[in-house]
């Protein structure tokens, strides 16, 4: 049987997700909230109390348009971390995956050397030096580097529509 405190909690938990904010929400002191509502969530009756809840929730609020709206709102207003937020939550709600996209090698490539001459030489060869540090220097990195003159790849590379530009 759950107590009152108990029942607030699993209310408040079913609209936030969030077990420090429902266990002050639903009384419990602020020093003690987050240890209250990780130990409530490890109840079987906490779990099928909150359930009972979540399954009873409707809202007029359109969460994708709402989710638009506030990154929108965050990204001209310059909050960068605002906006980082609402993207991952409208991915949560699109249901989108973070799944990798199989793609042809010659256009995987073609996308790389565009977004190479988008970061421009300088910051290429830092990149570099950061995920090889056993290049010693940047005439090594120049030496090891195969050029390739082929017009073909560099009309492909011009003609081709990527997703990494300026």
Same mark, same amino acid.
């Given at each position: ?35 209250? /509502? ?24 359109? *969460? ?13 207003? /310059? ?27 010659? *256009? ?20 570099? *030096? ?14 090891? *580097? ?21």
């Amino acid at each position: 049987m759950l107590t009152q405190q108990m029942e607030l909690f699993c209310q408040n938990y079913a609209t936030s997700n969030n077990a420090t904010s429902a266990a002050k929400a639903a009384g419990y002191k602020d020093a003690h909230a987050a240890n209250q /509502g990780h130990r409530l969530l490890k109840r079987d009756d906490v779990q099928e109390r909150i359930k009972d809840f979540q399954g009873i929730i409707t809202t007029d609020i359109d *969460v994708v348009a709402e989710l638009e709206r506030q990154y929108e709102t965050s990204r001209l207003a /310059g909050h960068g971390n605002v906006s980082l937020k609402a993207l991952e939550l409208l991915g949560k709600a699109r249901g989108n995956k973070a799944e990798a996209e199989t793609k042809d090698p010659v *256009v995987l490539e073609l996308e790389i050397v565009r977004c190479i001459q988008v970061l421009g030489l300088d910051k290429i060869m830092e990149l570099i *030096v950061i995920a090889f540090p056993e290049v010693s220097n940047e005439e090594d990195i120049e030496e090891d *580097v195969v050029e390739d003159n082929d017009e073909d790849i560099e009309e492909e590379i011009e003609n081709y529509e990527f997703g990494c530009d300026e």
